[in-house]
T-cell receptor, first 115, second 113 residues
């Protein structure tokens, strides 16, 4: 069975600082992994995805994530935080490791950015 | 990519009533899913809506409470039946495409009083 654990329900950074949001996964098959962002009172937006190609995945808004099989991790990073990055971030894994199937989400991490 | 719309965007309902949420996609898709996001929580899969057959429900969700229709490859509905305040959530539909990702609708924010 697949599962996702996001370490840290709340992360606070200063504007311009490094953003690191942690995600560990468990999967019995090669996983497809995703990061989504949800701004207040809005829907989900796909930031980036890992689909067994390059292990370093670049997404929108300057975010990237690295798939590390040995650590079963898919942490999300951004070199320099911006105030507009404040939002809820969800890591997700595709059920059964199959394309276009349902997702299992982590509990989410709230990112706060201070000036 | 896929563009997904949901109706209504929000609603306030009285307990004991039912609400049907519509999900429309701008292209034909095989896989459609319904999720629930309770206040301050993550997303939980309710069911997979299969075209031409019964929906497949996840543990903890039953057809009598959340009946789903999928009449064609671009449309689905989710009904929240006999509502209680515990059903107050955001309900999101999503579609799976052949390129290993899902797109989400904007969600329906339901408040049950």
């Amino acid at each position: 069975a697949q599962s996702v654990t996001q370490l840290g329900s709340h992360v606070s950074v200063s504007e311009g600082a490094l953003v690191l949001l942690r995600c560990n996964y468990s999967s019995s098959v090669p996983p497809y992994l995703f990061w989504y962002v949800q701004y207040p009172n809005q829907g989900l937006q796909l930031l980036l995805k890992y689909t067994s190609a390059a292990t370093l995945v670049k997404g929108i808004n300057g975010f990237e994530a690295e798939f590390k099989k040995s650590e079963t991790s898919f942490h999300l990073t951004k070199p320099s935080a911006h105030m507009s990055d404040a939002a809820e971030y969800f890591c997700a894994v595709s059920v059964g490791g199959q394309a276009g199937t349902a997702l299992i989400f982590g509990k989410g991490t709230t990112l706060s950015v201070s000036s | 990519s896929a563009v997904i719309s949901q109706k209504p965007s929000r609603d306030i309902c009285q307990r004991g009533t039912s609400l049907t949420i519509q999900c429309q996609v701008d292209s034909q898709v095989t896989m459609m899913f319904w999720y629930r996001q309770q206040p301050g929580q993550s997303l939980t899969l309710i069911a997979t809506a299969n075209q031409g057959s019964e929906a497949t429900y996840e543990s903890g969700f039953v057809i009598d409470k959340f009946p789903i229709s999928r009449p064609n490859l671009t449309f689905s509905t989710l009904t929240v039946s006999n509502m209680s305040p515990e059903d107050s959530s955001i309900y999101l539909c999503s579609v799976g495409t052949g390129v290993k990702e899902q797109y989400f609708g904007p969600g329906t924010r339901l408040t049950v009083t």
